[in-house]
């Protein structure tokens, strides 16, 4: 008999209760309506709950929302789940299509699997282990609020009141088995490009032209993928004021990801060098500074969290793999923070666009996943 039998879910609860909260219209900056669809059926888990006031940093609506639950051995050490309550565009008006298996929206909005797929599979997962009556320690939920313009709600998280040190995060495109061990650490680079305004028909022989500058500056930058550890991109360039002005300034705003440290601000230096280099060249300046949005994580495959990923995932008869991600996430930020964490794949494709999608497959196991996950957690460190 195949293991995965023997996890047993409600799937037409996980799918009523995915659907549910693919409705619920709560975008960065204004969870309020997600956090109070969660909180009574958290609590009538028997979750108690609080929230922090991050959002009061940012102008938002909602605090991140933590939640404890004793489980049944209060004795063994706690393991977390976390993920964002907010989407990156409205859901307003939300229907959802079922279509061979996949979950769609009607193509008039997003779907918002990034990541009401985790919420839904978090609470079938626990309901099935309270039902079941399987044993388990503390479990603890971390749900931060405007993940999606660059991890700022756990940036702004109250650590004080987390209580456990490890777990999980479902927040990735890979399907159900994807262990992502290692994330990238991330910058963004601001040049600010100061040339010499003039009008074309009066002075034109007096401007330096900003535009041409920054053009100089980008042919001589490595981007895209610089190498299999780093990624580098000028994302906006905002300048000019009419078609009749020369533009004396301009903004390039870019990213650089890598695995490594050293690589990110080698890159970064390339980047700002170039910029210099042409500002000098057409006779302008430039000035360039960096912002650190997250740092790099890394966990060894022999972890007690990765090892419960892998153990877990051969229980539900999934493909599983380890693998590394250039892409960001809270783990990025919980890790740095002292929460020791990994990303879960569950299996949401072409995340924040119209035809975001999931299957109905991946919908399940990741409910299954969540049940054997505590599992293993449990009988891993329970005090014997």
Known sequence: MSRKTLIKIDEDRLLDSF???AKV??????EKPMAEYLVPKLQELGF???FDESHKEFGGNCGNLIAWWDGTDPDVEPLFFSTHLDTVLPTEGLTPVIKDGVIYSDGTTILGADDRAALAAYLEGITVIQESGIPCGPIELILTVNEQPGLVGARYL???LVKSKRGFIFDSTGDIGQIILQGPFSSRIYCEIEGRSSHIGLNPEEGINAFLIAADALKSMDLGKVNDQTLANIGVIRGGTMSSIIPGEVELVGEVRSFAKEALDTQLEHMK????????????????RFEKKYSGFSIPTENDIAQTAIRAADQIGVKKYTTQTLGGADTNVLNEKGLECLTLGNGFKNLHTFQ????VENLMNGGRYVVTLIKDWYESHKKN
């Open 356 to 359: 975001e999608h999931i299957s």
């Open 158 to 160: 109250d650590y004080s």
């Open 48 to 50: 108690s709950i609080q």
């Open 273 to 288: 060098e170039a910029v210099e280099k042409a500002a000098r060249k057409h006779g302008g300046k430039a000035n360039v």
């Open 19 to 21: 659907l549910e909260m």
């Open 25 to 30: 219209n709560a975008p960065s900056g204004k």
